[in-house]
């Protein structure tokens, strides 16, 4: 196949796409030291979906994750399209979204689908940063490669940096322990500091909202990522449900992947931070029946300062 046939099939379904041989992205992967080298089959299809942002406030009841978990889960969406496409080339073929090896921003960066911003995420040119990526790989030789120009960077901006309430972003990278996305996204004990800093059910939007290169972005929407009703969740739910029935009531939701008991965990910390007393009983329950030690030390933490503000 060629690269452009390879090209038109997957912009029927992408916004963005680029191609490149795997060589490259192995040669430059392995000079920066990446374990993420050596990808295999020759042709690498690089991928992006925009989706929209649009912003939902928390009530004393319900809790709002991060805005890219809204609609149906992106990973779905794009397995299905990417497998869709693939199916009908009758060529051996490999992808991933977020869960493989390979450095998906590497990747992007490399095709042109957009530039490595200072807070570590992919810009592009129509989207800004508002772009779900993936990858395909596929066992056939291509002519020649289709990328984008690149002809954007952040500058001396420093907007992210200055805004990112743990210090997690540096003029050359960032410190991952230190992201409120990271952390609220890992089954740990959380300290003091960012039981404090987090503000919502699941990762974090501040770097993103305040870049100047996705002012007027964030506009499209896809049909799959149209609101669901399921994009706040119902504290009450969250304490007195299964996770069975979480699961069925909430499916189809990309904050469901690491498990109800985090977005417990989470839901300390916004009750906290919001003084809501509410629940305190429903904490001291949690308590007794969940034995994750990194869920019950943050319970009993928060519920010891919820019960002093009474």
């Known amino acids: 196949m060629t690269a452009k046939q390879i090209h038109n099939l997957f912009s029927k379904e992408f916004d963005v796409v680029g191609i490149i041989k795997t060589t490259e992205y192995n040669k430059v992967a392995k000079t920066l030291n990446r374990n993420k080298a050596n990808a295999k089959y020759p042709t690498m299809a ?24 809204f609609g149906k889960d992106y990973h779905l969406v794009m397995k299905e399209k990417i497998q869709k496409i693939c199916d009908t080339l009758k060529i051996k073929y490999d992808y991933g979204v977020d869960n493989h090896s390979l450095d998906e921003r590497l990747a992007a960066k490399l095709s042109g689908i957009g530039f490595l911003g200072k807070n570590q995420l992919i810009i592009n040119k129509d989207y800004g940063s508002y772009m779900f990526l993936g990858m395909v790989l596929l066992d056939t030789q291509i002519d020649n490669e289709i990328k984008y120009q690149i002809d954007d960077n952040c500058g001396v901006c420093r907007k992210c940096i200055e805004a990112c309430p743990t210090n997690a972003l540096i003029e050359n990278g960032y410190v991952q322990e230190k992201c409120i996305s990271h952390f609220n996204q890992t089954k740990k004990t959380l300290t003091k500091d960012e039981i404090k800093a987090n503000y919502l059910l699941f990762g974090c939007d501040i770097c993103q909202l305040v870049c100047p290169k996705n002012i007027r972005k964030g506009k499209t929407i896809h049909p799959e990522f149209e609101l669901s009703d399921k994009e706040m969740v119902s504290i009450v739910d969250l304490f007195n449900m299964s996770q069975k029935e979480f699961n069925l009531k909430y499916s189809d939701m990309a904050y469901l992947w690491k498990g109800k008991t985090l977005l417990m965990r989470n839901t300390l910390t916004l009750l906290y931070n919001h003084n809501n007393t509410n629940f305190n009983e429903l904490i001291k329950d949690s308590i007794d029946k969940y034995t994750m030690p990194w869920y019950k030390e943050t319970a009993q933490f928060v519920l010891k300062k919820l019960n002093s503000m009474k």
């Open 46 to 69: 690089v991928l992006g979906f925009a989706y929209p942002k649009r912003i939902m406030k928390h009530t004393d009841t319900h809790l709002v994750p991060s805005f890219y978990t």
